[in-house]
């Protein structure tokens, strides 16, 4: 299946700090992808060398095959909806879905009009005296009716309350299920992405820490838990994401694809979010004592 997003060595520097090195990713089509990381990880400039904003320092991107922002037909395949969703303040609604048509080849006006229905939004109303949450939703119907192969969100629901939240992400989900369309969308909350992402990339200080399709990574790592054992002492393929100790007891959270025969453990599953605070919070160059930094891909 063709990548819809496709980095090879992609690093991006604003005068001597890099915001993003040496990622290398495949992104396949048909997902909808969940990039995390705290604040300042580098998820912005990821998507913004993705919507052809701003251009790579170093190594390739591709979107849908071709680099990011090559023309008007590539434009017209990629959907972007930018950190907190700006619209023009003084447009109403219905000059909106105007403006929309008036730039996007591909525009779906009876789509975009139905969702603003749906929302039961007035179409006379400015965009200036929409709640966050109302807001939101018009970005994304401006996305949504574009009629992209791939839409691109920023932290899309960052403003948003917690119901906002669920609403936004429902009408995501359904849109890209029933028009195909991939998703890549960022967060810094896990619980956003919870329930909704079946890709997932983890970005750390300008790297990426793991990324791979959701219930192949919850199927590969564990949470051991036994008397207390150097993690030198594991058994060989099983890479120790995160440990803690106390004096008599050790929990680790390991990667392995084998099955964990050692009686001393006891095994549980991890959630994605127990996933990627364990490769948050994992310093990048201190793998376990003389294993490399782990990666996956799948
Ligand atoms: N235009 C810019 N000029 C200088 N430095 C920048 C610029 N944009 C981003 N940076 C720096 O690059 C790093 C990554 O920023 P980026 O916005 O990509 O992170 P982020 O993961 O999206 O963060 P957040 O969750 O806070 O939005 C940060 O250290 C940031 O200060």
Request: net charge neutral.
């Amino acid at each position: 299946m063709t990548a819809v997003l496709r980095a090879r060595g992609l690093g991006r520097r604003y005068g001597r700090r890099w915001a993003l090195t040496d990622c290398t990713l495949d992104v396949p089509a048909g997902h909808v992808v969940g990039l995390v990381g705290p604040n300042g990880a580098g998820k912005t400039t990821l998507l913004s060398l993705a919507s052809g904003q701003i251009a790579p320092t170093t190594g390739d991107i591709t979107v849908l095959g071709e680099t990011p922002g090559s023309g008007p037909a590539h434009l017209a395949k990629v959907g972007f909806v930018a950190q907190d969703t700006p619209t023009y303040a003084r447009l109403s609604i219905a000059e909106h879905l105007r403006l929309g048509a008036r730039l996007n080849p591909g525009w779906d006006d009876a789509l975009a009009r139905d969702r603003i229905a749906r929302l039961g939004l007035d179409p006379d109303r400015r965009a200036g005296r929409l709640s966050g949450g109302q807001r939101a939703q018009l970005a994304l119907t401006l996305g949504i009716a574009k009629r992209p192969e791939l839409l691109i969100l920023d932290e899309p629901v960052a403003a948003l309350d917690p119901l906002a939240r669920h609403e936004f992400m429902q009408v995501l989900m359904e849109a890209a299920a029933e028009q195909e369309f991939s998703v890549v969308l960022s967060s810094h909350l896990v619980s956003d992405l919870e329930r909704t992402c079946d890709h997932l990339v983890v970005l750390v200080d300008s790297r990426v820490r793991l990324s791979g399709d959701v219930e192949g990574l919850l199927a590969a790592h564990h949470r051991i838990t036994g008397p207390r054992r150097d993690p030198d002492r594991l058994a060989a393929g099983q890479h120790v994401v995160s440990a803690s100790h106390t004096d008599r007891q050790s929990t680790f959270i390991i990667r392995t694809d084998d099955p964990i025969h050692d009686p001393a453990w006891t095994v549980s599953q991890v959630s994605l979010e127990d996933l990627v605070l364990a490769y948050m919070s994992r310093p990048a160059e201190t793998a376990s004592a003389g294993r490399p930094v782990l990666e996956i891909q799948r």
